[in-house]
């Protein structure tokens, strides 16, 4: 039975299954698996979240905020890099993982995909929400037409969360602007999205573009009185299960910490640089690169967008729906106001699509390995060969989250789940070392055992900089999953069905049984 549950896919099956008429083309250089990443990264964290941090968790110390979450992202991504030149396929965290860990930590960490991916999906579409809202709020000003508006009753979602982590009314019923972006997107996927790198460069360049934009022209509003006091929060905010070393109200985090918490969610996304391994062309060199200079270059971007809104406008009264738009909007310059709110829309929208087109094939992984039902999740649209269902399925959960549940749980969600993938992506590095001290590694992940160990700790740090709250919520979706695997996912695996086909007494499979699961479907 616990050979079961730890039952690892062999490194050489997986090195197998992307030979053939089956695995991906090689596209892909490093140029566009950076531009790839930096499309991911930046979008709502940058766009949204910064006020909501700033505003009662770090003050202007969130520029330092920023370097933590970018820290704790270098040593996790040092640790993706060498397991993606090791396993140049498609899957990401989930494939590492069940060549690792065994199947019952590659079911927990597919899961905790399906709810990053869920969750982020569900937060960016209210930030979505709330640009679009800004933006038809400056055009409005500028025809003169008051009245170009959402109706408030369907602009928000119908509570909010205080700073003191009170819940509070918003007068709203729905946040309909939400709802109807991902509906959009999710037809759009439905009947088959020809991605290009061409087209994600656009994108890149304009996010990118309005990113140094308000850098260099906010630079030139910025008074250094609003600097002062740089932390007025301190410089803790770690909370262990209630008990906070630098709290708040009610014992909820607050200081740069509890800010480098709420804004590791600006970075998600250059994980997923490493779902693209199996379409670059050199893999082992390409996805290393892809991975870490798209992080580099958006820490930059955003410790220099931080230290500029703080600068122009006190940190109090910077807005947290739209941060960004509205600090010039409080300068006096609705010009460079539209600018933003135009840019940070198409951005925005180019992330939403990223994530809700990730979702479905995370699903599409795990029932094609029997962990889900593949008649649903594995069902792939005869005409437009997209997995329909599970893509459908997933634009209802996405917009009634988007919808009803206001964005400070969402993304706090997000990066507790985010964080524990990897803390188990760190961890299995210093696994593998030890179990597979053989395997050909093309990029190694520096000072093993120090970068894994430090990516663990450091991820476990913010963890617990978020609220217990968090912590609750995460025990409660794992148990779900748990559930679920434990009736259905242990009883219908492929890797156990063949294990008892061929498995030898080592655990491992014998050669002659490789081709075979291989034509599994």
């Known amino acids: 039975m616990v050979k079961r549950l730890f039952a690892r896919k062999p490194l050489g099956l997986l090195l197998e299954e992307m030979e053939g008429d089956n695995r991906l083309r090689r596209v892909l250089g490093p140029m566009a698996l950076t531009s790839l990443g930096i499309g991911c990264i930046i ?61 019952l930590f590659a079911w927990i960490i597919g899961w905790d995909l399906v709810l990053e991916y869920t969750v982020a999906s569900a937060s960016v579409a209210h930030g979505w929400s709330k640009y679009f809202q800004e933006f038809l709020t400056t055009v409005g000003s ?4 008051p009245g170009l508006r959402i109706p408030s009753v369907v602009a928000n979602t119908p509570f909010d969360v205080a700073s003191g982590g009170h819940l509070i009314s918003t007068g709203s019923y729905i946040d309909l602007p939400a709802i109807i972006i991902v509906a959009i997107i999710t037809m759009v996927l439905v009947k088959g999205i020809k991605e290009s790198a061409s087209f994600n460069a656009a994108m890149v360049i304009l996010k990118v573009a309005v990113v140094v934009f308000v850098i260099a022209v906010g630079a030139f509003f910025v008074d250094p009185k609003n600097w002062h006091p740089f932390a007025p929060y301190g410089w803790g905010g770690m909370s262990f299960f209630g008990r906070a070393i630098g709290g708040g109200p009610s014992g909820v985090p607050v200081g740069m910490l509890a800010g480098a918490a709420i804004m590791f969610f600006a970075y998600i996304g250059f994980d997923s640089v490493s779902t693209h391994a199996e379409e670059a062309r050199n893999p082992q060199r390409d996805v290393p690169i892809g991975i870490i200079a798209s992080l580099l270059i958006c820490t930059v971007l955003y410790i220099g967008v931080t230290v500029v809104l703080t600068g122009m406008v006190p940190y109090h009264k910077l807005d947290i729906n739209a941060p960004v738009s509205n600090a010039f909007a409080q300068m006096g310059l609705p010009w460079a106001q539209l600018i933003i709110a135009i840019g940070a829309v198409v951005g925005i929208t180019s992330v939403l699509l990223v994530l809700m087109l990730s979702q479905p094939r995370v699903l599409l992984a795990m029932a094609r390995d029997g962990l889900l039902p593949e008649s649903f999740f594995g069902a792939v649209h005869e005409r437009f060969r997209t997995p329909w269902k599970g893509t459908i399925l997933t634009g209802i959960v996405v917009a009634i989250m988007a919808a009803l549940i206001p964005l400070r749980i969402l993304a706090e969600l997000v990066n507790i789940g985010t964080l524990l993938a990897f803390v188990i992506v760190c961890a299995a590095v210093l696994i593998m070392r030890k179990t597979h001290p053989e395997a050909r590694r093309p990029f190694r992940c520096p000072l093993v055992p120090v970068i894994p160990v430090l990516g663990v700790f450091t991820c476990l740090m913010l963890m617990f900089s978020l609220a217990v709250e968090n912590w609750l919520r995460l025990g409660i979706w794992m148990a779900m999953g748990l559930i679920i695997y434990s009736f259905y996912g242990r ?18 499979f014998p050669i002659h049984v490789t081709s075979e699961v291989n034509d599994t479907p």
Not at 85 to 97: D, H, Q
Not at 142 to 145: I, T, V
């Open 43 to 103: 979008g709502t964290g940058i766009f949204v979240m910064t006020g909501v941090a700033a505003h009662d968790k770090a003050g202007p110390a969130l520029s330092v905020s920023f370097i933590v979450a970018g820290i704790a992202c270098v040593f996790a991504a040092l640790c993706y890099a060498e397991f993606a030149s090791m396993v140049p396929v498609a899957g990401s965290a989930f494939t590492y993982a069940y060549a690792t860990l065994g199947e």
């Open 142 to 145: 500028y025809l003169h037409m």
């Open 491 to 508: 009883r219908h695996s492929v890797l156990a069905k063949r294990r008892q086909q061929g498995l030898t007494e080592s655990g491992e």
